[in-house]
Nanobody, 127 residues
Framework: VQLQASGGGLVQAGGSLRLTCTAS????????LAWFRQAPGKLREFVGR?????????????YFADSVKGRFTISRDDAKNTVYLQMNSLRPEDTAVYYC????????????????WGKGTLVTVSS
């Protein structure tokens, strides 16, 4: 699975951006998909994730870090093999390189457990 993240850029505080992560090589339909970020000089941190729908467990579920809860949303379009991160009410502290990740067997918040990664896309939020 190859992942490609895009959509980063420069935005003013309070603004919005939508990041896109598109996969090739394999369908992501049964993969958990996550977003992480890494600010300069800091460790990579969990942003949010979305499960996959197996038709038995009530559908898709999303989870977010407390720092972005209520401001960020995640959605997926399996027909397009794509996951989105909608970021609203951006703050300067959201400035980071954002990465998408996928794994068929792990669904959680630890970046080390995800097998597939895209190259990051830089988000810069000015004050």
């Amino acid at each position: 699975v190859q992942l490609q993240a895009s959509g980063g850029g420069l935005v003013q505080a309070g603004g919005s951006l939508r990041l896109t992560c598109t996969a090739s090589g394999r369908s992501l339909e049964t993969y958990s998909l996550a977003w992480f970020r890494q600010a300069p000089g800091k460790l990579r941190e969990f942003v949010g994730r979305i499960t996959w729908s197996d038709g038995r467990s009530g559908g898709l579920r999303t989870y977010f870090a407390d720092s972005v809860k209520g401001r960020f949303t995640i959605s997926r379009d399996d027909a397009k093999n794509t996951v989105y991160l909608q970021m609203n009410s951006l703050r300067p502290e959201d400035t980071a390189v954002y990465y998408c990740a996928a794994d068929q067997f792990y669904t959680g918040d630890y970046h080390s457990q995800y097998k597939f990664w895209g190259k990051g896309t830089l988000v810069t939020v000015s004050s």
